[in-house]
């Protein structure tokens, strides 16, 4: 058991070095160019922005650095104190060991070891975007926003926890079953999540009739996507950026502009982000993201599977053998992101070749003309303050999309 402690605290001190040194490198990539605006860019950034985006880069970048440090310390004093199998004794005490019980208790712990992150959360809405004009969320907004995602959390998360607790006392094989409902889940929520979840927090109104709207739908039927509407988000309620996306499948599926989008683009630039998201559709995107999701979702749940049967696995961490399913899940999320992180960039570049081909979708429904599409990521990149100067290894890592210069290139070339 020490060993393997030891080889837990080794993946976690090389994780955080990793990220450390990862945002180091971005760091000195983004300060060798902050002199003057890289040629590349001169066309349509001037210096005072491009000077502001470094700035904006490199303040998250500090606060980043620091997150990450904090969150090591955390998740260290979590796992190694004999906190964790503290707080679950007592909470089980109080609440129950039952289904029930171990259900609202992970909930609880969950929600307990959230609580350090949020001076953090609070400081980058309030402080950093604030100080680079994004933030337009108020205090009372924010606290609204977080108690509405508790409740929510609690609806959802609470019954699934306890419906897989439930399962564990049916079956040795109760992994399997596990996997097969949360994939239901998982369908059931692409669908719900943007029809009655998202409105809780942001208000969506079909795209007002208008030159616009006719140009969109007339796109959206030469495209072959036949959309009964377009939806407009109040994203200005919260933040200054910009931005579309695309969520849901078959007749369920949605294609959202951020308002302050429609407010920064011309109608052909707007045009052009439809069919970039109209092109994550027609080039089966989605449905080829969540069997990833899937595969994903069967590994971890065959990885609990067989934790759940290893005793020395909670007793490592101070639990008793005996305990039941709740420990194993407690523990599972916490170390899952010490070997996701290391797949990261497998998935990030799958991610990037969607949008390369949805921009390519984009510029032929465009009738082969680039430069709506050129000109809408620079308008996205200009306004949202993009870091243009990322290390190619740092964009590896955390870069679900080619940066802007990569785009340009695959889209002229």
């Given at each position: ?74 998740l260290a004093v979590v796992l190694f104190s004999g906190l964790l199998p ?198 089966g995107h989605i449905p080829k993201l969540l069997l990833l999701s899937v ?114 290139k695959s889209l002229l070339g």
């Amino acid at each position: 058991m020490n060993s393997f402690l030891l080889l837990i605290m080794a993946l976690l001190v090389l994780k955080t070095l990793a990220e450390v040194w990862l945002d180091l490198l971005n760091r000195r990539s983004v300060l060798d160019k902050a002199g003057e605006v890289p040629e590349a860019y001169r066309d349509f950034i001037d210096a005072p922005t491009y000077e502001k985006s470094v700035s904006y880069t490199l303040a998250k970048n500090k606060l980043g650095i620091i997150e990450t440090l904090f969150d090591a310390a955390i998740l260290a004093v979590v796992l190694f104190s004999g906190l964790l199998p503290w707080l679950w004794n007592n909470t089980t005490g109080i609440l129950g060991s039952g289904i029930w019980g171990q259900a609202l208790s992970l909930f609880s712990v969950f929600l307990i070891l959230g609580i350090p992150g949020l001076p953090f959360e609070w400081y980058r809405q309030f402080r950093l975007e604030e100080r680079f004009g994004f933030n337009k969320s108020t205090m009372g907004l924010w606290i609204v926003d977080k108690l509405k995602g508790f409740a929510i959390g609690a609806a959802l998360g609470i019954p699934a926890l306890a419906f897989l607790i439930f399962l564990v006392g049916l079956s040795q094989y109760w992994w399997l079953w596990g996997f097969a409902a949360f994939v239901v889940l998982q369908l059931v929520m692409v669908v719900l999540y943007p029809m009655f979840i998202l409105p809780l927090f942001n208000k969506f109104e079909d795209l007002p009739e208008g030159s616009l709207r006719q140009r969109l739908m007339d796109l959206g039927d030469r495209t072959g996507f036949k959309a009964k509407t377009i939806l407009v988000m109040d994203g200005s309620k919260r933040s200054g950026h910009s931005n579309a996306y695309f969520t849901g499948f078959g007749r369920f599926r949605r294609i959202v502009l951020y308002d302050t989008l429609i407010e920064q683009m011309e109608e052909t630039q707007l045009a052009s982000v439809l069919a970039h998201e109209i092109g994550h559709y027609k080039l089966g995107h989605i449905p080829k993201l969540l069997l990833l999701s899937v595969i994903s979702l069967f590994f971890s749940f065959l990885a609990l599977g067989w934790l759940q049967g290893s005793g020395w696995f909670i007793e490592a961490f101070g639990f008793a053998s005996t305990e039941a399913i709740g420990p194993v899940i407690l523990l599972f999320a916490l170390l899952a992101g010490l070997v996701t992180f290391w797949i990261s960039p497998l998935t990030n570049a799958l991610s990037r070749k969607h949008e390369y081909e949805a921009d390519e979708f984009a510029k032929r429904a465009l009738d082969d003309d680039p430069n709506p599409i050129l000109q809408a990521l620079r308008i996205l990149s200009e306004k949202n303050l993009s870091n243009l100067t990322p290390h190619p290894v740092y964009s590896a890592f955390y870069y679900s999309h080619p940066t802007l210069l990569e785009r340009e290139k695959s889209l002229l070339g």
